[in-house]
């Protein structure tokens, strides 16, 4: 398991995962509060084929060895939707009315991001 690894495509594909997973997470959120659930299932499923693009790319096993790496990956993924739900639940108390659009929090009223 180790030795085909790509340490550095496992480091870059949890960053990626990580971020990618953020806007998806504030969509997830505006779904939830929104009350649709094609648009909830859709902003947590999309970005799937990406992690496991990123796991494939840095070499990880699909057996019972690469499960913990594969683990992290999960990780990555659930931190990053849970961030991004995190930023518009702070962008909807500061009255942004942010949308299905993470980019508010860089063109909202106060022209700061959170």
Do not use: C, D
Not at 40 to 56: D, F, G, K, Q
Not at 90 to 99: F, S, T, V
């Amino acid at each position: 398991m180790v030795k085909t690894m790509n340490i550095q495509w496992f480091t870059i594909g949890l960053i990626v995962t990580f971020f990618v997973n953020m806007p998806f997470g504030f969509w997830r959120a505006h779904a939830k509060r929104t009350g649709s659930k094609v648009e909830w299932a859709l902003a947590v499923h999309l970005p799937v084929p990406l992690v496991i693009l990123m796991r494939y790319l840095a070499g990880l096993s699909w057996n019972l060895e690469g499960a913990p790496l594969i683990l992290v990956f999960v990780l990555a993924y659930f931190l990053g939707q849970r961030t991004g739900g995190r930023l518009y639940i702070k962008a909807h108390e500061r009255g942004l009315n942010p949308g299905r659009s993470i980019a508010v929090l860089w063109s909202g009223n106060s022209g700061e991001a959170i």
